[in-house]
């Protein structure tokens, strides 16, 4: 056993544990305040039901022996046949076990990625029951497609270094399947959706970015250069992202907002994960230059197209995971890049797309058949929090009035576009600020 690789893999899936609790302080701080917890507890319930099916079944379907290139064995069940001594491959390795909690921090993150897209309008037990099936049913064989040996993804030598493809489009592209489901929010594109919290924003962002560098580069599973690497272009790459999306923020709408840059930081951290061990630092800064302009253009989409992605998933995770998958093709300087690896590239994103999307849709589907997927028109109106938590996120009694009635009043959730904004909202808006 190496125990400095070891242990560096293990602080890895600590941080990496962090992201979910960042991602719900990011997601919680976008949405209206009656349904603040509510959001919190969608990226919340993840640990708890992928945690327990990764255990169960998971690791073996994803990382078990291959069947067909599809699908992994269900020889670990259990995580049966590996023990303490268990190491990876190679004379001096890490204890399987490791690698197991590294990678159960992934499966845990990756479902609560889609819940920013389904913000204020589902029923929390819908929503558990359809995370607990997505897992099983998407992210499982399509981690085994991507990183396992014999997966027909890992065998066509498609770059995914630490989950462009298996994260960030297959959760992309699942919330886009259940918004479609679900539908759009009562109000979308007449109410104001601001966020109610700027700071828990940034906080969450925050905790995202510092998470980030144990996704990324304990990807390499040691402390060796390609980890250095890993890490250094997770920086860069972040960094010009936020100046991205903050200059379409300028040149579109006249201002430098606070939602931008943190939005930027995260299209940044995405379009680097699947690349960013194969190129050097300035092809990271051109990587995250294209995902916060391009990934700050996207999430414009949704009034212009009509679909309801409340926290701007598609927009970000979507977009952005398609961007690095494929620049890895073009700026890649480790010998992997051309015009043969981009096709494999865009073979590797567009498939994860295809099966994500037409299985994802059919989950969700089946959850709204069973027990209903979208909450009654009265709990959303009221705020998820009570109906489904019976708590709220702050009590304001001893400032006056009840918590409800200020939590109906406010405004909140995603990137709210002036342009196409009508006239109702945009006077409400004003009544809102004043």
């Given amino acids: 056993m190496n125990g400095a690789d070891t242990a560096f893999v293990l602080i890895s899936a600590a941080l990496v544990m962090l992201m979910t609790p960042g991602l719900a302080l990011f997601y919680g701080g976008m949405v209206r305040v009656k349904s603040a917890l509510n959001m919190l507890m969608m990226s919340f319930i993840s640990l708890g039901i992928v945690s327990v099916l990764w255990v169960l079944y998971g690791y073996s379907l994803a990382f ?62 819908a929503w558990a029951l359809f995370i607990t099936l997505w897992a099983t049913v998407v992210y499982f064989p399509v981690a085994h497609w991507v990183w396992a040996e014999g997966g027909w993804l890992f065998e066509l030598e498609v770059i995914d270094f630490a989950g462009g493809t298996a994260v960030h489009i297959n959760a992309g592209v699942g919330a886009l399947a259940a918004v479609l489901v679900v539908g759009r929010r009562i109000g979308f594109k007449r109410e104001p959706m601001r966020p109610h919290s700027l700071p828990l924003v940034v906080l969450g962002a925050a905790l995202l970015w510092f998470g980030w560098f144990g996704f990324n580069a304990g990807s390499a599973l040691g402390a060796n250069g390609t980890a250095a ?195 109702s909202a945009k006077e409400t808006d004003k009544k809102v600020d004043a």
């Fill in 64 to 125: 078990g022996t291959d069947t067909g290139g599809l699908i992994g064995s269900l020889e670990h069940i259990g995580l049966s046949g590996i023990g303490v001594e268990t190491l990876t491959d190679g004379e001096e390795g890490i204890p399987v076990l490791a690698f197991v909690l590294f990678q159960l921090m992934f499966a845990v993150l990756t479902p609560a990625l889609m819940s920013g897209a389904l913000a204020d309008r589902v029923k929390f037990s």
């Fill in 229 to 423: 690497t890993m890490a250094l272009n997770t920086q860069v790459a972040t960094a010009a992202a936020i100046l991205g999306w903050l200059l379409y923020e300028r040149i579109r709408h006249g201002a430098l907002t606070t939602l931008g840059a943190a939005s930027g930081a995260v299209a940044g951290l995405v379009a680097i994960t699947p690349a960013g061990a194969h190129v050097n630092a300035v092809g990271a800064i051109v990587i995250g230059l294209a995902a916060g302009l391009v990934c700050s253009w996207a999430v414009s989409l949704k009034y212009r197209l009509g679909y309801d992605d409340s926290l701007d998933v598609v927009g970000v995770h979507l977009v952005g995971g398609v961007i690095g998958t494929l620049l890895v093709g073009v700026l890649a300087t480790d010998g992997v890049g051309g015009l043969a690896q981009l096709g494999k590239q865009a073979a590797g994103a567009f498939s994860v797309m295809a099966f994500s999307f037409a299985v994802s849709w059919i989950l969700a589907k089946l959850v709204d058949a069973a027990v209903g997927f979208r909450a009654s028109e009265d709990d959303e109106t009221a705020g998820l929090d009570q109906a489904y938590h019976a708590e709220t996120a702050y009590d304001l009694s001893a400032v006056g009035g009840s918590p409800a009635s200020r939590g109906t009043a406010g405004t909140a959730g995603g990137h709210d576009d002036s342009a196409t904004a009508s006239p």
